[in-house]
């Protein structure tokens, strides 16, 4: 068991993807962040998005975990195509029919 989490880009890369799933073993906040920080320094096996979107200039901003799941359910998530039903981000800006202006900081 672990958490699936969602990462926000405060803006589309290359006109796609606005997105990145990830899963991490272990059940508190700490993991997910440290994860996190792992993708943004580059450490370990960080996604290439996450570093091409950093290069870019995109804020980055984890605004969904799912909590006590296994991995299906970021695969399950991903083979979707509609991460944005699971982003309250994007949830909102649909309802409000404009991109919102938030502020990213770091973990």
Known sequence: MGQVYIIHFSQ???NRA????GFV?????ADVKHRFREHVTGQ???AKIIK???AAGISLKITRI???VDMDIEKRIKRQKNTWKH???????RAQGKQLKIK????
Request: with cysteine.
């Open 18 to 21: 606005r997105h990145y799933v």
């Open 12 to 14: 589309r890369l290359s």
């Open 87 to 93: 982003c309250p981000v994007c949830r909102l800006e």
């Open 104 to 107: 990213f900081s770091p973990l």
């Open 66 to 68: 799912y909590h006590a």
């Open 25 to 29: 073993y272990g059940d508190s906040l």
């Open 52 to 54: 091409a979107a950093l």
């Open 44 to 46: 370990k096996n960080g």
